[in-house]
């Protein structure tokens, strides 16, 4: 089996959506799967059009330019008329069975453009919707024109493809609500490789001096500072917390679009003494500062995109053992198992998510627990090699392949 797979983008970039990738195709390869893979120009400019990374080759698009290119709508016209040239010079190089698009749909429409020419299988994985992602960003809001007409784009290219695969339930139940066939929708659901993530270790002593954190109770967030991630409810819950407990600091390590809008909040509230900004830290010290935490938070808006997408971050907390709270939104309920393996609290609700945070840091009798069920359910349940093998039936339907 050769399978193309099409990215917004991969590693060596960090985010939740370039570790997934890089789990799916090493346990792909596991099954005996060749495997290749194309990034679109989102990926940025590179040093060359085929690059290794961690043992893994990938195939990067140029960057779009021209007129069209420098246009507000234009510029994903030309993304996706340059996606597609390159998605077909690269298949006619590999000559793969099955094109393997991931989510958005900016990568799914050249891909259907050069399987239906060539006459090539080609699959969908939606691992969030563009219209949504676009909220969250500002860069439109839910129900206007653009909204809308993001989401047609993305409901034609669901119905053009052979067969759709998604992360979440929630995911699935909107993809079939727009009319797709339920049994041409199958969940991959989000794991985690759990030998990639040891057992929380005692404190780094280094770390503790450099950030001040001696004598304090740490709860923190490592990621990026995405809206949605609800930080700027976190810091508003702090007041509530420090009153009740002085001795509490926030610990953010990471960076994002909210860091400016996060500080500001900081200076704001007061709070500048309980709060430490790590800024983003090489992928490879993330441990050691997961080590510097006493509870995690997970504090999401309600909104589309958290109410049907499952996050990874919980389920890297379970496999380190780790403590956690987060908002109930859809996609943490679908994860989280309440009082047994986390602890979920009333989204948008500042005073409930102190009032969570200060139960859970008050009943430690509990803890060990809650790390045991956590690190047992990702150990049995959410762990790759379970996700990807819902792979294997949709594929060899669609290309008459064995699974070696």
């Given at each position: 089996?050769?399978?193309?797979?099409?990215?917004?983008?991969?590693?060596?970039?960090?985010?939740?959506?370039?570790?997934r990738?890089?789990?799916?195709?090493?346990?792909?390869?596991?099954l005996?799967?060749?495997?290749?893979?194309?990034?679109?120009?989102?990926?940025?400019?590179?040093?060359?059009?085929?690059?290794?990374?961690?043992?893994?080759?990938?195939?990067?698009?140029?960057?779009?330019?021209?007129?069209?290119?420098?246009?507000?709508?234009?510029?994903?016209?030309?993304?996706?008329?340059?996606?597609a040239?390159?998605?077909?010079?690269v298949?006619?190089?590999?000559?793969?069975?099955?094109?393997?698009?991931?989510?958005?749909?900016?990568?799914?429409?050249?891909?259907?453009?050069?399987?239906?020419?060539?006459?090539?299988?080609?699959?969908?994985e939606?691992?969030?919707?563009?219209?949504?992602?676009?909220?969250?960003?500002?860069?439109?809001?839910?129900?206007?024109?653009?909204?809308?007409?993001?989401?047609?784009l993305?409901?034609?290219?669901?119905?053009?493809v052979?067969?759709?695969?998604?992360?979440?339930?929630?995911?699935?139940?909107?993809?079939?609500?727009?009319?797709?066939a339920?049994?041409?929708?199958?969940?991959?659901?989000?794991?985690?490789?759990?030998?990639?993530?040891?057992?929380?270790?005692?404190?780094?002593?280094?770390?503790?001096?450099?950030?001040g954190?001696?004598?304090?109770?740490?709860?923190?967030?490592?990621?990026?500072?995405?809206?949605?991630?609800?930080?700027?409810?976190?810091?508003?819950?702090?007041?509530?917390?420090?009153?009740?407990q002085?001795?509490?600091?926030?610990?953010?390590?990471?960076?994002?679009?909210?860091?400016?809008?996060?500080?500001?909040?900081?200076?704001?509230?007061?709070?500048?003494?309980?709060?430490?900004?790590t800024?983003?830290?090489?992928?490879?010290?993330?441990?050691?500062?997961?080590?510097?935490?006493?509870?995690?938070?997970?504090?999401?808006?309600?909104?589309r995109?958290?109410?049907?997408?499952?996050?990874?971050?919980?389920?890297?907390?379970?496999?380190?053992?780790?403590?956690?709270?987060?908002?109930?939104?859809?996609?943490?309920?679908?994860?989280i198992?309440?009082?047994?393996?986390?602890?979920?609290?009333?989204a948008?609700?500042?005073?409930?998510?102190?009032?969570?945070?200060?139960?859970?840091?008050?009943?430690?009798?509990?803890?060990?627990?809650?790390?045991?069920?956590?690190?047992?359910?990702?150990?049995?349940?959410?762990?790759?090699?379970?996700?990807?093998?819902?792979?294997?039936?949709?594929?060899?339907?669609?290309?008459?392949?064995?699974?070696?």
């Open positions: 089996m050769r399978v193309l797979h099409i990215l917004d983008h991969s590693i060596p970039l960090h985010s939740g959506y370039t570790f990738t890089a789990a799916l195709l090493r346990e792909q390869r596991a005996g799967w060749e495997t290749f893979h194309l990034t679109s120009p989102k990926q940025g400019a590179t040093a060359a059009a085929l690059e290794e990374v961690d043992g893994l080759r990938f195939y990067r698009t140029p960057l779009a330019s021209g007129t069209l290119a420098a246009l507000p709508l234009g510029r994903e016209v030309a993304l996706m008329q340059q996606l040239a390159r998605i077909e010079e298949v006619r190089e590999v000559r793969p069975d099955i094109l393997h698009a991931h989510s958005p749909v900016l990568n799914a429409l050249p891909a259907i453009k050069v399987a239906r020419r060539l006459g090539i299988p080609v699959v969908y939606i691992r969030a919707f563009w219209e949504d992602a676009a909220v969250d960003h500002g860069s439109t809001r839910e129900g206007s024109l653009r909204y809308r007409a993001t989401r047609r993305e409901t034609r290219a669901l119905r053009q052979d067969h759709v695969f998604t992360i979440c339930e929630g995911l699935r139940a909107d993809i079939v609500a727009r009319g797709i339920a049994d041409k929708v199958t969940v991959i659901p989000n794991a985690v490789d759990v030998d990639a993530f040891p057992l929380a270790s005692p404190r780094d002593p280094a770390l503790v001096e450099k950030w954190l001696a004598g304090k109770t740490v709860i923190g967030f490592v990621g990026s500072f995405y809206a949605y991630e609800g930080l700027d409810l976190l810091l508003d819950a702090l007041p509530l917390l420090i009153a009740r002085p001795d509490i600091c926030v610990l953010l390590v990471g960076g994002g679009p909210q860091e400016s809008n996060l500080r500001q909040q900081v200076e704001r509230l007061g709070l500048a003494d309980h709060v430490r900004f800024g983003r830290v090489p992928h490879s010290e993330v441990n050691r500062y997961y080590d510097l935490i006493d509870v995690l938070a997970y504090p999401r808006h309600r909104m995109l958290t109410e049907l997408v499952t996050p990874l971050k919980p389920l890297e907390a379970m496999a380190q053992g780790q403590l956690f709270v987060a908002s109930d939104v859809g996609g943490h309920r679908e994860l198992e309440h009082g047994k393996t986390g602890i979920l609290f009333a948008g609700d500042p005073k409930a998510l102190a009032g969570a945070l200060l139960q859970l840091l008050n009943d430690k009798d509990h803890w060990p627990v809650l790390k045991a069920n956590g690190r047992h359910f990702v150990e049995q349940v959410r762990n790759w090699r379970n996700s990807v093998a819902a792979y294997v039936a949709p594929y060899q339907r669609l290309t008459g392949h064995a699974a070696d």
